[in-house]
C-alpha cells in the first residue's frame, strides 16, 4: 500500500475494489434470509463487518481519510 499510496491511479483501483468488497458482503448479509428472520443476529452481522472494515482500513491503510470515506459510502 505504501508504495502505490503516492501514486493517484493506483489509489483509486484500490479504494474502488474495496468498496466492491463492501458492498458484496453486504449484499451477501442483507440477502441472507435466515438472518432477516433474526433481526439481533442481523444486526450482529452488519456490526461485525463494520467492525473488520474498520480495522482493516487501520490495519492495512493507517486510517487514510479516503479509505474511510469509501467505506462510509459503501
Known amino acids: ?24 458482503k453486504g449484499k451477501e448479509i442483507y440477502s441472507d434470509e435466515l438472518l432477516k428472520k433474526e433481526p439481533i443476529k442481523f444486526i450482529n452481522k452488519t456490526m461485525e463487518l463494520q467492525r473488520n472494515i474498520e480495522k ?5 491503510f493507517n486510517d487514510h481519510r479516503r479509505y474511510i470515506d469509501a467505506n462510509n459510502k459503501a
Do not use: G, T, V, W
Not at 14 to 19: G, T
Open 56 to 60: 482493516m482500513i487501520h490495519d492495512c
Open 1 to 24: 500500500y505504501r508504495l502505490f499510496l503516492n501514486y493517484e491511479p493506483s489509489l483509486d483501483i484500490f479504494l474502488k475494489e474495496m468498496n466492491k468488497y463492501i458492498k458484496a
